[in-house]
């Protein structure tokens, strides 16, 4: 019974989860209430706060629900590919951009990041929050290239913090402009292509090799 019971707990959450993207989607963050969110997972508010104790630790729980598939591939990749970070790094790279094409939960929070949400209000701390991940992120990117470069597939003096901006804000780029105007290119069949240009840039590219 106790086992069921978690069961029903876990679908309940996934339930609001997955309509919190529904209601953010079409609704934007800062204008969609718990109610909406209750209303459209079929559920109670008191269900929601069993669950959430508000609306900016929902939206994180949507965010970290995404994130958590992110993690669990890269830890694949690396037992699949345990001495080529470079092959590591390309794949998570492809697998975000064709996600965002293919996968409507990873569409929706994408939509919901670049053009949903207003960072303001009760959403001001996850504007902080973000900017903690960001910077955390450029530590994660530098830390991968870094065993690149001891596995020799990028050149020892590569400026990797430049090379972290970079990337952050060429797949972002990516992914707004064709969240955008999806019509303007194939962002699922052109990914591999657009992430083998970058690993190009990272090992021809005399402006990120540092002077000293």
């Not at 973000?130 to 065993?147: C, F, P, Q, V």
Request: hydrophobic fraction near 40%.
């Amino acid at each position: 019974m106790a086992r069921k019971t978690k069961s029903q707990a876990q679908e309940t959450r996934q339930q609001i989860l997955d309509a919190a993207i529904r209601q953010f989607t079409a609704r934007g963050v800062s204008a969609t209430s718990l109610t909406d969110i209750a209303n459209a997972a079929g559920v109670t508010r008191g269900a929601i706060y069993w669950h959430f104790k508000n609306k900016v630790e929902l939206f994180n729980g949507v965010w970290e629900d995404c994130e958590s598939v992110v993690h669990a591939l890269e830890l694949e990749y690396q037992l699949q590919f345990p001495d080529d970070p470079l092959r590591v790094l390309r794949e998570i790279l492809v697998y975000l951009l064709r996600a965002t094409a293919s996968d409507p939960s990873r569409r929706s929070l994408m939509e919901i990041i670049f053009h949903k949400c207003e960072f303001v209000g009760e959403m001001s701390s996850v504007h902080e929050a973000r900017k903690a991940l960001y910077m955390e992120g450029y530590g994660k990117i530098e830390s991968i290239l870094h065993r690149c470069i001891e596995q020799e597939q990028l050149p020892k003096n590569l400026h990797t913090r430049q090379a972290a901006i970079i990337l952050r804000a060429y797949i972002t780029g990516l992914m707004e402009n064709w969240l955008f105007m999806p019509e303007s290119f194939d962002l699922y069949n052109q990914a591999g292509d657009f992430i083998d240009t970058y690993i190009e840039m990272l090992a021809l590219c005399p402006s990120l090799i540092k002077s000293n």
